[in-house]
């Protein structure tokens, strides 16, 4: 599996950053290449994208959440990948979000683009397109402020 880790500070709260982020099927609006995220309960997902032209469904299990620190998942069949995506006070009204997605390239066209580093260009638009969406709104457009711990939610 690849890694890639990209951090950017966003001039928003701690809580209004993290609450926006677990608004998933909002994701649409500023990652590329998503055209849905469906929430189908408290720790699944259903995801459908186009990578490299290629449309692609799968799903996705919220394996840790934390309010206010973290979100950690894993697929459910479909494209391989997991990650985590960290938040942390970096001062007055502003928020360290840190992301590290793990996948698996499949194919030619996905291992020159990954050599290319094409996925972690994609990350980084991804955060900048999220940092602009939070920061040009006066609050969030959701929360879920519950906790998973592996089986668990609470």
């Known amino acids: 599996m690849e890694t890639v880790e990209r951090t950017i500070e966003v001039k ?13 099927e909002e994701f649409p609006r500023f990652m590329e290449g998503i055209e849905s995220v469906r929430q189908l309960d408290d720790k699944r997902l259903h995801w459908i994208a186009t990578l490299g032209g290629k449309q692609l469904e799968w799903d996705a ?18 494209k391989p990948n997991e990650g985590v995506v960290t ?3 970096a001062g007055e009204s502003k928020t360290l979000v840190r992301v590290a997605i793990s996948y ?5 066209k996905e291992k020159i ?4 580093g094409l996925a972690g260009a994609r990350v980084k638009g991804d955060l900048e397109r999220f940092k602009d969406f939070i ?6 457009t959701g ?3 519950g906790e998973i711990h592996g089986r668990q939610v609470s």
């Open 113 to 116: 683009g990954d050599a290319l």
């Open 143 to 145: 929360a879920w402020r």
């Open 61 to 78: 299990e919220i394996t840790e959440q934390v309010p206010d620190r973290r979100i950690a998942w894993r697929s459910i069949g479909g």
């Open 87 to 89: 938040f942390q006070n």
């Open 104 to 108: 698996q390239p499949e194919g030619a």
């Open 12 to 24: 928003a709260p701690l809580q209004r950053v993290y609450n926006q982020w677990t608004q998933f």
């Open 135 to 140: 920061e040009n709104r006066d609050q969030e």
